[in-house]
């Protein structure tokens, strides 16, 4: 993400900066570094300190509840990880869950974006509701879903599903509606930042080439398919990669909608990760899963920027 | 032309729905905050009902009052942004402007450090806050929520330091003006939007945080996000005042939302271009 | 509020007391301190109160009334003694959890804590806390006499203790009761049930979905303090043992019928929905009138007798536990006790246990249940003499007809110390378990399926 914005801005102080000399060079980077320090310092000690840290525990069998137990295993509860089918099955669960939401957001924005692309007149309300979800804390959207909304009794999308005839369902307690719940909440959320920012794409596209398109007689899709996708795909491309990184380390609202029930059926990785921590206090196996959720994020978005790249 | 105008009615109908459909859980919120405990509970559901103000009153002025807990939310989210866009304007300057050795790294790990798991990293952050005293304290909070809030301001801000032209630096620096006036003076005004932008986004960030606030704080520092739990009782669920808690967290940020409506969507989209915040 | 007719009066103001979350009024606490502020009780003991005098200390507790009630008698306690206590309050999720951190990490944050008993087996094997024992025998801190330990709840103490040494002193306590619509019972000429099987052909004759009236409801969602709070009671009726030959078994033939007859009941006779309750849910669905019976904790009573928004009042009975197929009945032995953080300063230990003798004292219990003056009254009082005062008794018949009776029974006679695994790896254990009825009720696994998968990843836990 960060490297894009750091790469040009090289090539440009290049040239900028050429002809100052080599004392100046060198008083320009005692300046860098001076301006950098606070916040380096900053990044080291509350991300790359609790990194190191994160990893030596994760070699360790560290058990608050029998702490006479505790010492160094080496590799071992990486090997206990690799055949835990609940580590596999959470996996899983992260890559369905941050998939659908991502897809969901895209091609919901997708369409909005073009939906209201030309409206002259209520725009702005469009802009003005899709600001509220994306503002608002997961922990909230999550309190708010979990009650007045999904709860069977008395939630208002039960009695809307019994009203469509679709009988009382429960949302939160049967695996497979669980799961379509708390992606639906988080598609909720968080589809009008991939609508905000495709609107934003459509309109920067250029209008001559639709009146040529128009001229050459393209029907809608055609046009869509031929002109407005590849235009939009750098954009596209950016938002997947973006939703995909908040996807994989969403929790909150997970957390307060099914803490990853029932069962297990909606237990992503971060959840499984925080329950062995924190709930059965097994730091060391808990650190080991933070591990390999850090490894499949760099996985995943070590693929998603060569694909960027490959236009 | 009828289909022109039938046209036109599909895409108003289907967009009043969908922008009833994002509307209507903070609507519905809203409404359910106005109503007692039976009405919540009504089945079906009531649109309709004499509305009441007690369970504002009772979760503003009653015992378990959310007044402090919105104020510690407010310092803590006013902190953190302080702090972190003093840290952040000075590198984010020096990344986008300067040449130095090492700054494709330095680049990289700003990078790098958003990918951290905030799960895998609470523990020591826990252990070194208790060591030094600072569990439930707002230096202890604001400091650790500079590891999401420092990277994701430091890259927003590079972006826009990267749009202005360079001529008007080296012209003020050829005037003999020194570098930390230069940035100052000239540099600033210039970004003056960005800043903007970053300051809200990082404020609505450090306002919506609940994990590291749900194991780090205490009774003296503790958000609306974790404070709002309370409600959902050992005894029983008070669902009025859970609503009525709901929309008073919800409040600030969407003000900040409408107000600063254009900032986000700039930032959002500028975001798309750079990449985006963090969750 | 000394003066009960024992009849609809009581009924209603019981009600109202049960309102107390709802309208808790600072001003009423205020005029609670004024009359009641009394401390000639306490200055009977022969101790000196003042021994620690100027002592800070923390507490941690959740946010219930029946700690609301003692809170709010802190200014009494630090006139007897010259100790400031600090409350905090934290959400049940959490406090096991912020409680655990600080013990290992011997800090001594919280000088006591509303603890859970099943954490007492780890809380002793690290000997985070102090045995009370000392405490409880030593002249200079505790008036033995005054104090009366033995009038303490005998359940709750020896589920507070670990190998006959006692490691938290019950504050708070409860037990699980049927509770049932006497209304419905009686249109169909249904008695409350004797044993499960009972239980479930009721369930089966009330059932009627499409009136909106389900004929069960027993805790489902997921967790050591939920499902696993209600399963091992069934677990033990069905003649289940935790520690079958020594060994933590969580599966075989008495756990499958055990969890077979929970899914069944949950499936065919309980909403939809109950899959996700917790008591508060479920209370809240018989007080609008969907559910016609439940097996929880009899402190629900207070909820379902809430004039603000319950829609059964005086439709209300209560039974004890169904009997299970071994014969047994095996209620929930449910307290919140305060053990005392052995990384404590000495001084601070004394201070923390004069707090403790003082809250659990029958003295400042009385104060905070019926003679409390605010609205909510407590119903889960730690002293055997109290449940025998006519006063008390008089507000408790206040929730319905033999609330008192049915209360007394499940504690005397339906208690089982072993009613759940008492080992320190619990917090592991109980989540697994949970997890496991969990994907069994939501049709993830099957009943044995789901059994075997716990017992699997139990077994390397235990081998520590």
């Not at chain 2, 599909?10 to 209507?24: R, Y």
């Not at chain 3, 309102?19 to 009977?44: E, H, I, N």
């Amino acid at each position: 993400m960060a490297a894009s914005a750091i790469a040009p801005a090289e090539t440009g102080s290049h040239g900028g900066f050429a002809d100052f000399g080599h004392a100046l060079a060198q008083r320009e980077r005692r300046f860098a570094a001076a301006l950098l320090a606070p916040a380096f310092l900053a990044l080291l000690a509350t991300t790359t300190f609790p990194l190191i840290f994160l990893v030596w525990t994760s070699t360790y069998r560290m058990n608050l509840a029998m702490p006479f137990m505790n010492g160094f295993v080496g590799f071992e509860n990486y090997r206990v990880l690799l055949t835990d089918e609940r580590f596999w099955s959470s996996l899983l669960i992260s890559l369905v869950y941050t998939g659908a939401t991502v897809a969901l957001q895209v091609a919901i924005g997708l369409a909005l974006a073009l939906l209201v692309m030309d409206m002259k007149r209520g725009q702005g309300w469009f802009r003005l509701i899709a600001i509220l979800p994306v503002v608002l804390s997961p922990a909230v959207v999550g309190m708010i879903w979990r009650t007045f909304m999904l709860a069977p009794d008395f939630g208002i999308v039960d009695f809307l599903a019994v009203n469509a005839g679709l009988g009382s369902q429960n949302w939160l307690g049967d695996p497979t509606l669980a799961m379509v719940s708390v992606i639906a909440i988080h598609t909720w959320q968080w589809t009008p930042f991939a609508f905000m920012v495709l609107l934003a794409s459509l309109a920067s596209l250029p209008e001559d080439i639709y009146e040529a398109a128009r001229l050459d007689r393209a029907t809608a899709w055609q046009r869509f398919r031929r002109i407005t996708l590849p235009l939009l795909r750098p954009a596209i491309v950016m938002v997947v990669i973006m939703r995909t990184m908040v996807a994989l380390t969403a929790f909150a609202a997970i957390f307060t909608v099914t803490a990853g029930g029932p069962g297990t059926a909606t237990e992503i990785l971060n959840l499984y990760a925080y329950r062995k921590s924190f709930t059965e206090l097994s730091i060391g196996y808990g650190a080991a899963l933070a591990v390999a959720l850090l490894i499949v994020t760099i996985i995943i978005s070590g693929v998603l920027f060569a694909l960027r790249r490959a236009k | 032309m009828t289909g022109r105008r039938l046209h036109t009615a599909v895409v108003l109908a289907i967009s009043s729905v969908l922008l009833l459909a994002w509307a209507f859980p903070i609507i519905w919120s809203v409404l359910n905050s106005f109503k007692t405990d039976s009405d919540v509970l009504a089945y079906p559901p009531k649109l309709i009902f004499s509305p009441t103000l007690g369970a504002y009153r009772d979760v503003l002025f009653g015992s378990g009052s959310i007044l402090p807990n919105l104020v510690s939310s407010m310092i803590i989210s006013v902190g953190t942004t302080i702090v972190t866009m003093l840290m952040a304007i000075p590198a984010a300057y020096a990344l986008a402007r300067l040449r130095f050795h090492g700054k494709k790294f330095a680049g990289f790990y700003v990078l790098t450090t958003q990918m951290l798991p905030p799960v895998g990293i609470i523990i020591p952050y826990f252990l070194v806050l208790r060591n030094i005293g600072w569990i439930d304290t707002y230096q202890g909070i604001i400091l650790i929520y500079l590891s999401f809030s420092l990277p994701f301001a430091i890259w927003l801000l590079v972006s826009y330091f990267e749009d202005v032209p360079f001529e008007m630096e080296e012209a003020a620096y050829l005037d003999g003006a020194s570098r930390l006036r230069t940035l100052w003076r000239i540099i600033i005004p210039q970004v003056r939007g960005g800043i903007a932008v970053t300051i809200v986004f990082v404020f609505l960030n450090a306002w919506n945080e609940f994990l590291f606030a749900v194991v780090l704080s205490g009774n003296t520092v503790r958000p609306v996000t974790v404070a709002m739990f309370n409600f959902v009782s050992v005894e029983q669920t008070l669902w009025a005042k859970l609503a009525a808690v709901s929309v008073l967290a919800m409040l600030p940020v969407v003000v900040l939302g409408v107000v600063a409506q254009k900032q986000i969507v700039k930032g959002l989209t500028v975001g798309a271009v750079k990449g985006g915040g963090r969750r | 509020m000394t003066s009960f007719a024992p009849t609809r009066r009581t009924l209603l103001k019981t009600g109202t007391a049960a309102a107390a979350l709802a309208t808790f009024a600072p001003a009423v606490l205020r005029r609670a301190r004024a009359d009641d502020a009394d401390l000639t009780p306490y200055k009977s003991a022969k101790v000196d109160w003042q021994q620690t005098k100027g002592e800070t200390i923390t507490v941690a507790v959740i946010p219930a009334s029946y700690f609301e009630n003692l809170i709010s008698l802190a200014p009494q306690f630090k006139e007897l003694t010259g100790i400031d206590v600090r409350f905090e309050k934290i959400p049940p999720a959490q406090i096991r959890q912020k409680s655990v951190i600080d013990l290992t990490s011997k800090t001594g944050t919280y000088a006591t804590h509303a603890a859970d008993p099943m954490y007492y087996a780890l809380y002793a094997a690290n000997k985070w806390v102090e045995p009370l024992d000392a405490y409880l025998n030593d002249k200079s801190l505790t008036d033995t006499a005054w104090f009366n330990f033995d009038d303490i709840i005998p359940a709750w103490r020896s589920a507070n203790g670990i190998n006959g040494k006692l490691y938290g002193m019950p504050y708070d306590g409860e037990v699980t009761i049927q509770v049932y619509r006497k209304d419905l019972y009686d249109a169909k000429g249904l008695k409350p049930a004797d044993t499960l099987e009972a239980y479930v052909s009721n369930a089966a004759a009330l059932n009627a979905p499409n009136d909106r009236i389900w004929g069960a409801a027993l805790r489902g969602l997921a967790g050591a303090g939920q499902n696993m709070y209600i399963y091992p009671s069934i677990f033990r009726e069905f003649g289940g043992d935790w520690m079958k030959g020594g060994k933590l078994t969580v599966n075989g033939p008495e756990a499958e019928a055990a969890l077979a007859w929970y899914v069944d009941l949950m499936k065919k006779y309980a909403p939809t929905a109950a899959a996700n309750w917790n008591w508060p849910d479920i209370a809240d669905a018989f007080s609008q009138g969907t559910v016609a019976s439940y097996i929880d904790a009899h402190s629900s009573a207070s909820v379902i007798n809430n004039p603000q928004k319950s829609k059964v009042i005086g439709k209300v009975a209560y039974a004890r536990w169904p009997k299970g197929p071994s014969g047994k009945r095996t209620t929930s032995i449910w307290n919140w006790g305060f053990p005392i953080n052995a990384a404590l300063s000495e001084k601070k230990k004394k201070a923390t246990w004069l707090f403790i003798q003082w809250a659990a004292s029958a003295e400042t219990q009385a104060r905070t249940a019926h003679r409390f003056a605010g609205p909510t009254k407590r119903s889960g009082v730690n002293r055997t003499s109290i449940w025998k005062d006519p006063d008390y008794i008089k507000l408790m018949n206040g929730f319905g007809p033999n609330f008192v009776e049915a209360t007394m029974d499940a504690l005397q006679h339906d208690t089982d110390v072993d009613w759940r695994p008492r080992v320190p790896q619990w917090p592991a254990i109980g989540d697994t378990m949970a997890t496991a009825i969990q994907s069994a009720l939501s049709g993830q696994a099957t009943v044995k399926a789901a059994l075997d998968e716990a017992q699997r990843r139990i077994e390397p836990m235990m081998r520590g």
